[in-house]
């Protein structure tokens, strides 16, 4: 089942990444810390997926970014929640409640129907 799931694990990487934002501006490794704390180890979300995710929202102009060069060593893209992001925000979590209440239905109707023994 693993195979099936693999590829849809970053389905809401950009719903995340939009929340994260609600917090502050970050640059991408602070991002990807994130989302390393909340996922389950075999996710394994690999920081390409996040700097794409991120440039998708640039491009659709929910988030922004600048350069931060007011620390030692390289200069760092920082990425800070936009207007539009906050609506496209609003839209995921509209979805997931959704998709969430239709989840919650399946599993207590698998559950029912297979006695508990899960």
């Given amino acids: 089942m693993e195979s099936k799931s693999a590829g849809k694990q970053n389905r809401h990487l ?6 994260f934002l609600l917090d502050g501006d970050a640059h991408g490794g602070a ?3 994130r989302m390393e704390e909340i996922t ?12 794409r995710a991120l440039r ?5 102009e929910a988030v922004t970014s600048y350069w931060d060069t007011t620390e030692a060593g390289p200069a760092k893209r920082i990425y800070q ?4 992001g906050k609506i496209e925000l609003d839209g995921w979590f ?14 207590t109707q698998y559950e029912q129907k297979r006695g508990g023994d899960t």
């Fill in 94 to 107: 509209r979805d997931i409640v959704i998709r969430k209440r239709n989840l919650d239905y399946f599993i």
């Fill in 31 to 33: 991002l990807w810390n």
């Fill in 14 to 19: 950009p719903a995340f990444l939009l929340l």
């Fill in 81 to 84: 929640l936009t207007e539009k």
């Fill in 40 to 51: 389950p180890p075999e996710w394994k979300i690999d920081s390409g997926a996040i700097y």
């Fill in 56 to 60: 998708d929202l640039e491009e659709n």
